[in-house]
């Protein structure tokens, strides 16, 4: 199976000297296409800094990432830009939307940007799954915080892209709507052959995903497949324990 996102012996470092911190700690993984991965560890394992690295928004200190088969070490920044336009969309902690448009302009921005013809039937139907229907007019100032999450997850959605990166994407949403947004993505990895990596602290949300991949100390300690919320919860438990025993 082919690997739109391939890390291989990444690492992270921030910082010199005695004070510096390793992210991540020589990483090798794959997400391979057309599957949905969650990404779970403790607080301050690299999980974010495996997303950032991956998408080509951070640099790794060593190592190499392939995006959709392209090395992005030596890239500049355009052509960063560029190759994430093409082939990846986003739904991070901060919701990036354009404040003087609306709703809907919001959700196809990337696809106009590429200068795609927005698919108008499609973009509807994600931003009333999302539970926007009767707010495709409304200005992100008129809208609340979750309201906000929603409009960037549509945006994703609507795009269509090879793979789609996200970071806590239901934190800020009503259960429902989670839920609904949860199916959404799963739907887009099955139906649609998308890579999804999507990084949370929620073991319901990670059984959403077709696998679970656990960090600890900025290395992969687990990969498990068919997750279900309660096996997700006791390998989180597991490895909190681990970590309060060690040295």
Known sequence: MNAPVQLTEVRKVYGTGPGAVTALDGVTYGF???????VMGPSGSGKSTLLHCAAGLDSPTSGDVHLVG???RGLNETALTELRREHVAFVFQSFNLMPTLTVRQNVVLPLTLAGKSPDGAWVTEVIRRVGLGDRVRHRPSELSGGQQQRVAIARALAARTAITFADEPTGALDTTTALEVLSLLREQSRELGQTIAMVTHDPVAASYADRVVFLVDGRIVADTERPTAESVAA???QLSSRSKVSP
Not at 32 to 38: D, I, L, N, Q, Y
């Open 70 to 72: 392209r090395s992005l």
């Open 32 to 38: 391979a296409e057309g599957t949905f991965t969650a």
């Open 235 to 237: 390998h989180l438990a």
